[in-house]
């Protein structure tokens, strides 16, 4: 089921990556738009998202907190928190069935615009990843030798959760309260949403909820700016394998390395350009520790420094366009991507100035961290020409990407194929792009998507829940009354993020908050374009801070280091975030660009 699984959405990812490439050539270069373009993109997007269910399930890649993990009697424990979650999982796939079904009628008769086939074709994904989910859950069960406490769990589970969302007995804050629960008992975050929407949804009204749930998974993953998410996971994986990365660095030690902390400010240069193709923390730390983590060991710095200075460059993924936290946001908040990316640039270059200040200080004061200086030959170091001849194409991906963004003339998914074609295209004329190179990439981008637009699905059952309840009204006005000036609601709100981002990645807390700060954002009059920058200058904070801390150990990892004494090390460098997300919150004009 997983290879399936696998194979549908490589399909389906390759597929979607051509399509949008030959649309933004067609138009640009021939002058002629596909009459299907706008139909058979969101198709492909929704196949991908569910035909991935399967294999998310079965390699155990749905988010959850793992709060509970190495602790207690191991076999009772895990059992029980396991039970738990396969009960929510199959009461959410379950509920998807049903609705699929009850909704099939109305689907067959409306079509999609311009494939002129029925919108069943769409909403099918639904039913089919929903089922195979279901097949995977007890399929694991029995594979895994499951004890009888898991097997009754998770059947206990999965019937009080749908009985909870047929009787409608549940409702209002109390919902929300069961959501809590869900999410600290190790649901995956996806099922704990998208069933206690259901609950608020159906408000003991099953038949009519019925025909709901698959339409609003559907309407809440539909922006094309969505699929910038793939695209982009797509560009940093085929920058790593195919060796751009390292040419970049070598470029920029041989610019700065002889500065005192230049091979570091190396490091931080890097990371903000190669921010700049992927826009993702993860992806940058893991491909700029191969490359630098030795040279910045080798000038001096002991492995746990150069971890922590690893882990914190990283994190400009999160604050330079096309960061995918930033898309996930404008498009959830309904505000222009392009202007989410404008609003980030000063804040993201305070960081980067900030980070490359403490890497200065550092070499100033340990009197190390130099390279040898490049003997001149003709006038211009014969290193810096050498490596900049490599170095020069790869720095034109990320201007290709911004000058297309920010004139308007691609959306930020189009830029995203267009860069990745680009990237594609040196990497195949240095003869570095290879058949082994294609699986992985995709295999992360397509599981990485999955993982992100599953939850958002669910969201989209939540949100229409709070709507038709009331409950987000009343959310908002309890929280007006802790938070009803601007003062404080950044305290709320940053301390909310703050806690939030020790456990949840960016985009899932995110998805998970915005329902209720949203509205109390608009009534304290505060701008969504600066919210959405302080939520990602927030997050620098808690990725590199356990217990999630994913930057820190995946730098802790590649360095040789302990996670504990990289994490005594990144201090100077969460102080300085500490400092910008003051500002930021404080100055609005800081992301008036």
């Known amino acids: 089921m997983s290879g399936l699984s696998l194979a549908c959405q490589i399909v389906a990812l390759t597929a979607l990556a051509v399509l949008v490439f030959v649309a933004v050539f067609f ?6 738009s596909l009459v299907f373009e706008d139909a058979l993109i969101p198709l492909l997007f929704t196949w991908l998202i569910f035909a991935g269910i399967g294999r998310a399930v079965w390699t155990k890649k749905l988010l959850h907190l793992s709060l509970w993990s190495g602790s207690g009697n191991v076999t009772v424990k895990t059992a029980i928190i396991d039970g738990i979650g396969n009960g929510a999982t199959l009461a959410l796939f379950g509920l998807l069935i049903l609705s699929t079904v009850a909704s099939a009628s109305g689907y067959l008769i409306t079509t999609i615009p311009t494939l002129n086939v029925p919108m069943v074709f769409q909403s099918a994904a639904v039913g089919v990843g929903a089922t195979c989910g279901v097949v995977v859950v007890v399929s694991r ?25 047929a009787s409608g007995l549940v409702g209002g804050a109390w919902t929300l309260l069961i959501l809590v629960g869900l999410v600290l008992l190790d649901v995956p975050v996806a099922a704990a949403i998208g069933v206690t929407g259901a609950m608020l949804v159906s408000s003991g009204n099953l038949a009519q909820a019925m025909s709901v749930f698959v339409g609003q998974e559907l309407n809440s993953i539909q922006d094309v700016a969505f699929i910038a998410l793939p695209l982009f996971m797509l560009l940093g994986g085929l920058v790593a394998k195919t060796g751009l990365a390292a040419d970049l660095g070598r470029f920029l ?45 080798k000038s001096g710095y002991t492995r746990a420094e150069a971890g922590a200075l690893q882990a ?16 996930i946001w404008a498009t959830v908040v309904n505000v222009s991507v392009t202007a989410q990316f404008a609003a980030v640039l000063v804040p993201g270059a305070m960081l980067m100035v900030m980070m490359m200040a403490i890497v200065v200080l550092r070499g100033l004061l340990r009197g190390g961290s130099r390279v040898h200086r490049p003997q001149p030959v003709g006038g211009w170091p014969r290193e810096i020409v050498r490596a900049g001849g490599l170095a020069a194409p790869v720095v034109a991906i990320p201007v290709i990407l911004d000058v297309g963004i920010f004139s308007g003339v691609f959306a930020a998914y189009e830029a995203g194929a267009v860069a990745l074609v680009v990237a594609g295209g040196i990497g195949a004329a240095r003869g570095r792009v290879r058949l082994r190179h294609f699986v992985p990439v995709v295999t992360q981008a397509a599981d990485t998507t999955v993982l992100v637009m ?3 699905a669910s969201v989209g059952i939540l949100q229409y829940g709070l709507f038709i309840s009331g409950v987000d009204r009343s959310a908002g006005h309890l929280l007006g009354l802790v938070a009803g000036s601007t003062l404080g609601f950044w305290v709320v709100v940053n301390l909310a993020f703050m806690i939030l981002h020790e456990f949840v990645e960016p985009i899932p807390a995110i998805l998970l908050l915005a329902p209720f ?8 009059h505060v701008g969504l374009l600066q919210l959405g920058v302080v939520i990602v200058v927030n997050s620098t904070i808690g990725l590199v801070l356990p217990p999630l801390g994913v930057n820190l150990y995946v730098a802790a990892e590649l360095a040789g280091a302990r996670s504990t004494d990289v ?27």
Request: glycine residues 10%; charged residues 5%.
């Open 567 to 593: 994490l005594r090390r990144v201090w100077p460098y969460l102080l300085g975030s500490l400092g910008v997300l003051v500002l930021v919150s404080a100055l609005p004009a800081l992301t008036a660009l």
């Open 312 to 327: 914190c460059a990283g994190l400009l993924g999160l604050v330079f366009p096309p960061a995918i936290v930033l898309i």
């Open 27 to 32: 138009r640009f270069v021939l002058n002629h």
């Open 141 to 165: 069960l029995i594979s895994d030798k499951s004890t009888w406490v898991e097997y009754g769990v998770s059947a206990f589970t999965a019937g009080v959760l749908c009985w909870g969302v």
């Open 253 to 297: 030690t041989a610019v700065l390395g002889w500065i005192p902390g230049g091979v570091g400010l190396s490091c931080v240069a890097a990371a903000g350009i190669l921010a700049n193709m992927t826009g993702s923390p993860i992806a940058d730390t893991a491909t700029l520790g191969n490359v630098f983590l030795p040279e910045l060991i």
């Open 517 to 524: 700060v949203v509205p109390l954002a608009v009534t304290v």
């Open 454 to 456: 599953i939850i958002l």
